[in-house]
């Protein structure tokens, strides 16, 4: 059963291409306040997170084409420093501007084409701390147990996070696999970090028909 007209009534909001919750703070997301250390170490879980990937050059001037994943382009143009590939390579490009969906760089010493075709398919991340968001990214939510808020059982793990118009969709993978809109109060209740642990609300139709 699709999922797809259980949530295409919402508004789409902007700021969930940002981060996977729009007023997280107002549905109840929690993080220890016990220590410094055990806030670093539980909310900072990732050091690196993947923005998107680079698709191909721009021009003749070799800039490169960077494709956001579910990140605004205006967005990323706030980094200095970018890190590309699996070993994550600090660059800071000489050049950042938005260009339809895409954000072109510039990096020192690629000047032509065929230097800007060398970095295609690239992953480009950002430093987590340099991001400095008071709320977690996408990929900080992969692992977390999902449960159900009304009664208490385990749905599943949260295994993946997926852009459509009208909100974001968390995959949830258990004994079934469900599709959950990411709309605060409606469906996600609250989310604890320290816990690794998110409460939804269940309704018919969330389950899919993989398993």
């Not at 170490?41 to 490169?64: C, P, W, Y």
């Not at 205006?74 to 994550?88: P, R, S």
């Amino acid at each position: 059963m699709s999922i797809l007209p259980l949530f295409s009534s919402f508004p789409a909001d902007e700021t969930l291409a940002l981060i996977p919750l729009a007023h997280w703070s107002e549905i109840g997301y929690t993080k220890s306040h016990n220590s410094q250390s055990k806030k670093e170490s539980l909310f900072m879980k990732l050091e690196f997170i993947q923005v998107g990937r680079i698709v191909n050059a721009h021009g003749i001037r070799g800039e490169v084409r960077l494709l956001p994943n579910g990140f605004e382009p205006a967005y990323l143009t706030g980094f200095k420093t970018f890190f590309l590939g699996k070993d994550k390579t600090p660059v800071t490009p000489t050049a950042n501007h938005v260009h339809k969906s895409f954000v072109l760089l510039k990096f020192p010493g690629v000047d032509d084409m065929n230097a800007a075709l060398s970095y295609k398919e690239r992953p480009v991340f950002i430093c987590r701390d340099d991001a400095g968001s008071a709320v977690p990214f996408d990929d900080e939510l992969l692992g977390m147990d999902v449960k159900n808020a009304d009664t208490g059982e385990i749905v599943g793990k949260l295994t993946q996070v997926e852009d459509y118009p009208a909100s974001k969709v968390y995959t949830v993978k258990g004994e079934k696999t469900y599709l959950i809109p990411a709309v605060p109060e409606v469906f996600i209740v609250s989310a604890d970090l320290d816990a690794n642990v998110m409460l939804v609300h269940m309704l018919k139709g969330m389950e899919t028909d993989e398993n």
